[in-house]
């Protein structure tokens, strides 16, 4: 609807103009345009990305996660109440990171509620919660997660910060006697 009404704006002042002054206006509202497609277009790609972040946990693979994220990418939990892991640094960190986590458990889901572009378009805000089958048919650890994600010129995720209710989680793992205050 805006690309819309910014075209049409553009045009009719193209077909009006009869001065040097509206040509102008024209060339900023045609810029404006480019640089809104630009940014539209770097939002969709970086959401994507991180829908296959999620959909590459769910399908257990540790090698496909780490190559979404740069060489040098940031995985931090800053809730991690001294006994859940501090998070990972640099592609191969994160690999080792997530390799030992998907056999411990017989499944993992994890239902994006809310994603939103930021107003810069290399930041991605994420709602969603996960569902994490315990193995013996233990149960069900679910939790409410919030995360961000902030990517290079390149599309790779330069930084993911996971945050999640660490009450919940240690509930849920039998360490609510560990968490440090």
Not at 122 to 147: H, P, Q, R, T, W
């Amino acid at each position: 609807m805006k690309r819309l009404l910014i075209l049409t704006v553009t045009t009719v002042c193209f077909l009006s103009c009869a001065n040097t002054e509206q040509s102008e206006k024209v060339v900023q509202l045609q810029n404006q345009l480019k640089q809104y497609e630009m940014t539209t277009e770097k939002a969709t790609k970086n959401k994507e990305t991180v829908r296959a972040f999620f959909n590459a946990l769910t399908a257990e693979n540790a090698e496909t996660v780490a190559n979404l994220f740069a060489e040098d990418a940031k995985h931090i939990n800053p809730y991690n109440s001294g006994i859940f892991p501090t998070g990972a640094n640099g592609k191969e960190g994160i690999k080792n990171y997530w390799e030992p986590v998907f056999p411990n458990f017989d499944g993992m889901t994890f239902d994006i509620e809310e994603i939103y572009a930021m107003e810069d378009p290399n930041m991605v805000f994420v709602k969603y919660k996960g569902d994490i089958k315990l193995k013996n048919n233990a149960g069900v650890y679910s939790n409410d997660y919030y995360s961000t994600f902030k990517f290079n010129t390149d599309g790779e995720i330069t930084e993911y910060v996971e945050i999640f209710n660490p009450i919940v989680a240690a509930r849920g793992f039998g360490l609510l006697d560990k968490i440090k205050q």
